[in-house]
């Protein structure tokens, strides 16, 4: 496990922790008002000059990195978000159509497995997918607690205005803040379902993966609860449609993020001199999404005063998209102390859902 991430993720969260414990204790009151800790969590913890800030910062520091790349949680703005939502709808897209089946058919299976707890989801969005199992633990307990944690905040206020409108009895908690700023939370929800859809677990790197369920698993208590969605191995053809859509919305997505570097950092990157590419890597079971410079061009980083020079036929990384193959996946998941306790598939085995349960053992892998 590569040492500068693990202990950059550490440091991150022994911040976030002082942090709410100084709140939990001094600030906001009795502790079991989950409403209260998190609205004081959330102003005490992220402003949006820190967040303008690291955007420029981690641009740079991706620019700098051979092969250059770029994060991929600044895809997510609100032009972005609404981009990822048309994504979700595209015909080639089979992966929310696959996973929304799959839910209608097992909520109410996952909430009688689990019992009442509350809902925490890690990039959330705007919850459509998720109101499938709000709805089953409506039917078993009166008010379900639902933080959804989300860097895009214009998709959270749409997913509390959707959820209040059909759902009305969940307590809708926003939380705008990244994964690992929201992990302390998980120890302040009593029994807890994290909630990770969409295979973005699939958009970390193996060592990401790792130190990311190293944190899910230390911040969760026995007993608690982890369901993850996941894209299985299939066909090059399919993956690749996929993010090569018809109609061109994944393209205008990618770019986005070049005209997010534009309004935000001030650089004049020539948006039509940006392309983009997906590709399976077959021997990494992965999508490989980049960008391709047609012509050579500098990014200015106006809050740093930086300046990078892109050469004519350059590539930007901006994601990956790992596949995965369901004997793998629950092997490496009992290392982090998470015994697979269901696994459900479409007809087709496009994708599943793992429901894990956080148990006694728990291996530490450093
Ligand atoms: N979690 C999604 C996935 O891996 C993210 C995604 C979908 C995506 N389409 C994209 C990311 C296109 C970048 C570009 O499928």
Known sequence: MGATLAINNNKDRIQVNLKLSSLTTEEVGPANDLATILQGYTSS?????????????DVDRGLHCRPR??????????????????????????LTRTETQILTKV???????????????LGAGTSRKTQLLLDAYCAIESQPDYIAVDVSRSALDKGRRMIGETLPTVRFHPLCASYQQAMPIFSETGKTIV????????????????VFFHQVADNLTMGDYVLLGVDLHKNVETLEAAYNDSAGVTQ???????????????????????????????????????????ESQEIFIEPLNAR???????????????????????????????????????????????????QETHLHLE
Request: proline share 2%; glycine share 6%.
């Open 45 to 57: 913890t992220l402003s949006a000059g820190d967040a303008h800030l690291a955007f420029a910062t």
């Open 69 to 94: 790349r770029l994060d991929c949680k600044y895809l997510y703005d609100q032009r972005g978000s609404e981009l990822f939502e048309a994504i979700c709808d595209l015909p080639e897209y089979y």
């Open 107 to 121: 909520a109410e299976e996952i909430a009688a497995e689990t019992g009442p707890l509350t809902l925490v989801e």
């Open 195 to 210: 909630v990770f859809l969409g295979s973005t677990i699939g958009n970390f790197s193996e060592q990401e993966f790792n």
């Open 252 to 294: 205008c997505f990618t770019r986005n993020l070049f005209s997010r570097i534009n309004r935000e950092l001030g650089a004049s990157i020539d948006l039509n001199q940006v392309e983009h590419l997906a590709c399976y890597n077959e021997a990494a079971h992965q999508i490989e999404i980049c960008v391709r410079f047609l």
């Open 308 to 358: 990078h020079r892109i050469e004519a036929g350059e590539r930007i990384n901006t994601e990956i998209s790992r596949k995965f193959t369901l004997d793998g996946l629950a092997s490496r998941l009992a290392a982090f102390g998470f015994k697979t306790r269901k696994v459900f598939s479409d007809p087709d085995n496009l994708f599943a859902l793992l429901l894990l349960k956080r």
